[in-house]
Structure formats: C-alpha cells, structure tokens
C-alpha cells in the first residue's frame, strides 16, 4: 500500500492545500488502527476456533460461483 501511494504522489505531483493533508493524515491513522485491531481480533478468534465455518463458507460460495457461470453460458 505504501508503494502504490508513493507512485500515485510522484505520478500526479505532491501539491496538497493543508485540509487535504489533513485528512490524508487521519485516514492514514483511522486504516493503521483498524487494521490493528482486525488483525488482534482475528488472532484470538483463531486460538479459541477452527476454520470450518471458513471452509463450508468457500465450499457454498464456490458452488454458487459454479451454478452461476453454468446458467449464465
């Protein structure tokens, strides 16, 4: 993520009025601290459970996939 945002930065120039740096700024923290707390969350969800709701989750998602493209050819 931090290396497609530098190339947008340097592709389309790094002019910012100071409210856009600003929010670009709390964006940036807002992402950093959902994303720590998904991932602790995630990681004591995987001590205390198993991933069979994930896997019957993909078995019933893939079959739909299946049934959708053979009615839709």
């Given at each position: 993520m931090?290396?497609?945002?530098?190339?947008?930065?340097?592709?389309?120039?790094?002019?910012?009025?100071?409210?856009?740096?600003?929010?670009?700024?709390?964006?940036?923290?807002v992402?950093?601290?959902?994303?720590?707390?998904?991932?602790?969350?995630l990681?004591?969800?995987?001590?205390?459970?198993?991933?069979?709701?994930?896997?019957?989750?993909?078995?019933?998602?893939?079959?739909?996939?299946?049934?959708?493209?053979?009615?839709?050819?």
């Amino acid at each position: 993520m931090l290396g497609a945002s530098l190339l947008k930065l340097v592709k389309f120039g790094f002019a910012f009025t100071g409210i856009e740096l600003v929010i670009l700024l709390v964006g940036m923290m807002v992402s950093f601290l959902v994303s720590v707390l998904v991932i602790k969350f995630l990681m004591n969800y995987i001590k205390k459970h198993d991933f069979k709701p994930f896997g019957y989750y993909r078995i019933v998602l893939g079959i739909m996939v299946l049934v959708y493209f053979w009615m839709v050819r």
